[in-house]
C-alpha cells in the first residue's frame, strides 16, 4: 500500500488505497466502505466486493458500446449502501489488452467483428486479465471471505484459486442498451458470462 486518504463520493464515503505491486501493470486504487477485516457470522455482513477494470471509454467518456460505466456505477450504490465492501480499481483496459489495441479492436468491430473475435484476430485471448494481483489487495485489506459483484465465473474461479472465499457471486447487471445488446451477448455466448434477459 502506498496511499490511504478519505474519499467522499455521491455514493457514500470511502476510503481510497493505492496499490502498487512487482509486475508493471500491478497498480490498483481499492475503495473501502465499512469494516473489510475478519471473518463473518451472517452472509449479508460479507463484504460486498467488486474488481473492476479500467475502461476509459465506458467509465469516462460514457461509451455505450459496453456496459462499463453502467456495471461501475451500480457497483458504487451497491456498495456505498451495504455493510461493507471494496471496489478495486484495475488498469486491465480492454479486457487486459491495453487501450490501443482496445482502439484497434473497435475498429475491426465496426467492420462486422464481435468483441471476442476482434481481440483475437490482434492475437489476443478473448480475456487477457489476470487476478492474482486483486487477490493479494483484498488479502492485505483483510477481505479474505468476499460476496462478489460479477457475472464473470472465470474472475470467480481466479479469484478462488488465488485463495479468496467467495462466499456468494452478486449479480452486476445494469439496465441494457439497444446498442451494447449484441456485445452482451457476445459475451453470454463465447466468454459464459451469466447474464440474464441478453
Request: net charge positive.
Amino acid at each position: 500500500m502506498v496511499a490511504q486518504a478519505e474519499l467522499p463520493t455521491r455514493y457514500g464515503r470511502f476510503i481510497i488505497h493505492g496499490f502498487r505491486g512487482a509486475g508493471p501493470l500491478d497498480e490498483a486504487v481499492a475503495l473501502v466502505h465499512g469494516k473489510v477485516r475478519g471473518r463473518f457470522k451472517s452472509k449479508n455482513s460479507i463484504p460486498l466486493v467488486r474488481v473492476h477494470s479500467q475502461c476509459l471509454t465506458g467509465d469516462v467518456l460514457s461509451s455505450q458500446r459496453c456496459d462499463c460505466r453502467a456495471q461501475l456505477e451500480l457497483s458504487l450504490n451497491k456498495i456505498g449502501h451495504s455493510r461493507s465492501g471494496i471496489l478495486l480499481y484495475l488498469p486491465q483496459e480492454g479486457r487486459g489488452i491495453g487501450l490501443m489495441n482496445k482502439l484497434r479492436a473497435y475498429e475491426l468491430q465496426d467492420h462486422g467483428m464481435d468483441t471476442v473475435e476482434a481481440n483475437e484476430s490482434l492475437g489476443f485471448a478473448a480475456d487477457a486479465r489476470d487476478y492474482e494481483f486483486p487477490a493479494k489487495i483484498l488479502k492485505k485489506l483483510g477481505a479474505k471471505q468476499i460476496r462478489l459483484l460479477s457475472n464473470n465465473p472465470e474472475k470467480v474461479r481466479q479469484l478462488e484459486e488465488a485463495g479468496i472465499e467467495v462466499a456468494e457471486r452478486v449479480p452486476c447487471q445494469p439496465r441494457i442498451s439497444k446498442i451494447s445488446r449484441a456485445y452482451l451477448q457476445t459475451k453470454k455466448k463465447k466468454m459464459g458470462h451469466l447474464l440474464d434477459g441478453v
